[in-house]
């Protein structure tokens, strides 16, 4: 089992023509590689005096969230995802527009994270 833990500060550009302000988000991530060749990624929201909040950003919150990736049994092009997140955007954005946009910016995560997928095996 081999792990690595940093602290990651991720952004997020401002979105729906400036309805919603950029974010700032900051976490301590674990990313460990199992034997069985599963993989996971667990993080949460943590402060650090090295990376106060951005005066042009939002902080948003984290709760503890993680992905994990099981191989497929004898399918070596296949892997389960397994992934949950929770997330405070921070500042004051209407109910309504974080339900109108917040599905599309998942699936656009996950369509990204299948192509970074594809790239890195190619």
Known sequence: MRGNVCVLRTTTPSV???????????????????????????????????????????????????????????DPNKTHLLSFFQTDLGGSIPQKIIESFFPRSITAFYGNLANAVVTLVA
Not at 33 to 57: C, F, I, R, W
Not at 66 to 72: K, Q
Request: hydrophobic share 35%; aromatic share 6%; glycine share 6%.
């Open 16 to 74: 729906l023509m400036n309805m919603i302000s950029p974010r700032e988000f900051l976490d301590v991530v674990l990313v460990q590689q199992n034997e069985d060749g599963s993989k996971m990624t667990v993080a949460t929201n943590v402060e650090h005096p090295l990376s106060p909040p951005q005066p042009n950003y939002v902080r948003g919150l984290n709760f503890p969230c993680g992905c994990f990736l099981v191989p497929v049994p004898g």
